[in-house]
T-cell receptor, first 114, second 115 residues
Framework: EAQVTQNPRYLITVTGKKLTVTCSQN?????MSWYRQDPGLGLRQIYY???????DKGDVPEGYKVSRKEKRNFPLILESPSPNQTSLYFC?????????????FGSGTRLTVV | AQTVTQSQPEMSVQEAETVTLSCTYD???????LFWYKQPPSRQMILVIR??????QNATENRFSVNFQKAAKSFSLKISDSQLGDAAMYFC????????????FGAGTILRVKS
């Protein structure tokens, strides 16, 4: 089944403890992105990647890192999480030739930083 | 920068009736794409319908249709014969045709369906 897999689904952590949210897609998509969803703000892009080793900042990149060493994986790293990063996170992917048909989203990661 | 506005935080509809969710956007581009995504309580983001800006004909997918008014920069979603399974958060989203590396989302509209 074609899908974007995020892990974990839920995560509670403490301020300052480094964490990684994994994202993997099995559709050979070139484009991958991370979004965060907050009430009243919709989804906002954190980082995106247009292919292996090609990443760039989105609208809200502060406090996050990403890497794209393999085409299928696009992990999101919070090196020193803070409470304002408590949010619902989505990974999404798209084919460069089919991007006009929208992105495929993962199931989301609910992160709470205390 | 492009912006997307959904002015209705919440809407309610009776089962089997029709409801329209509003979306306006701001852009100076002529080439772009518009989407409606559904987010049920499972949190999954599900693509409902899409519209290419260069197409005048409004998109339709079964009970879902859009009213695309390019000059007014309006992109509303009409759900006919509403069903309990339509209850969800709905997001309107914009993608540039030239700088298509991201979707710009509205704040969302919660749709409640009454039986």
């Amino acid at each position: 089944e074609a899908q974007v897999t995020q892990n974990p689904r839920y995560l509670i952590t403490v301020t300052g403890k480094k964490l990684t949210v994994t994202c993997s897609q099995n559709m050979n998509h070139e484009y991958m992105s991370w979004y965060r969803q907050d009430p009243g703000l919709g989804l906002r892009q954190i980082y995106y990647s247009m292919n292996v080793e090609v990443t760039d900042k989105g609208d809200v990149p502060e406090g996050y890192k990403v890497s794209r060493k393999e085409k299928r994986n696009f992990p999101l790293i919070l090196e020193s999480p803070s409470p304002n990063q408590t949010s619902l996170y989505f990974c999404a992917s798209a084919s460069s030739t089919q991007i006009n048909y929208g992105y495929t989203f993962g199931s989301g990661t609910r992160l709470t930083v205390v | 920068a492009q912006t997307v506005t959904q002015s209705q935080p919440e809407m309610s509809v009776q089962e089997a009736e029709t409801v329209t969710l509003s979306c306006t956007y701001d852009t100076s581009e002529s080439d772009y794409y518009l989407f409606w995504y559904k987010q049920p309580p499972s949190r999954q983001m599900i693509l409902v319908i899409r519209q290419e800006a260069y197409k005048q004909q409004n998109a339709t997918e079964n009970r879902f249709s859009v009213n695309f008014q390019k000059a007014a920069k309006s992109f509303s979603l009409k759900i006919s014969d509403s069903q309990l399974g339509d209850a969800a958060m709905y997001f309107c989203a914009y993608r540039s045709g030239q700088y298509g590396n991201k979707l710009v989302f509205g704040a969302g509209t919660i749709l409640r369906v009454k039986s």
